[in-house]
């Protein structure tokens, strides 16, 4: 496994995090999923509009084959292992502001939820697996997610697996990343393309 190097005031779940392809099969139970998706509730957002949804499959349930079949195939291929599946909707109208204009951070908030959410479930002994290879269009038909809403990601949570469970050419990438180094990122003042 690859060692990740941070910051040492860094805080560790952080590091930890990441996001396997490998999972065991096990279905994740109602009661942890909604725990973890708590903590994804406690993301801040703009007036506290809290403009996220998650809708929700456990392996195996009614929903199962229903979720999985809206992934692009390639997901489908490692995603059938986990323990649920999300979809996370942001609302694009949630506002609070005077003006009644439309949110404009509905994404925004929404990213700060999934990022809760995989925290949480990192805590917990779980993995949470984001992706955006959906199968768009389809998945907003068959989820009946409205105009006024915008499908943001999947997530797939579970119990990491041996990954001799993946296809070949993924066994090798099933472990921690690395991240770009901080001035890579931060810039002063205007931004300047890198």
Do not use: C
């Not at 490998?22 to 403009?51: H, R």
């Not at 292992?81 to 949630?94: C, E, N, Q």
């Not at 479930?121 to 907003?140: D, L, S, W």
């Amino acid at each position: 496994m690859t060692e990740r190097d941070a910051h040492e005031k860094i805080v560790p779940l952080i590091v930890e995090r990441w996001s396997p392809r490998s999972f065991d099969e096990t279905a994740l139970p109602l009661e942890d999923l909604k725990v973890i998706v708590e903590a994804a509730g406690w993301a801040p957002s703009a007036f506290n509009a809290q403009p996220w949804s998650f809708l929700y499959a456990l392996h195996g349930d009614e929903n199962w084959a229903r979720f999985l079949d809206l992934l692009v195939p390639f997901n489908q291929g490692w995603a059938d292992a986990a323990g649920a599946l999300l979809f996370i909707v942001s609302d694009r109208g949630t506002t609070k502001s005077k003006d009644g204009s439309p949110s404009h951070s509905h994404s925004f908030d929404a990213g700060a939820a999934w990022a809760n959410l995989a925290l949480q479930a990192t805590a917990m002994g779980y993995h949470a697996h984001g992706m955006t290879g959906i199968e768009f269009g389809k998945a907003e038909k068959a989820l009946a997610i409205p105009d006024t809403h915008r499908l943001e990601a999947a997530v797939a949570i579970g119990r990491r697996a041996d990954p001799q469970r993946l296809p070949e050419d993924l066994r090798e990438k099933e472990q921690p990343s690395g991240r770009k180094p901080v001035d890579a990122i931060l810039q002063p003042g205007s931004f300047s393309p890198g």
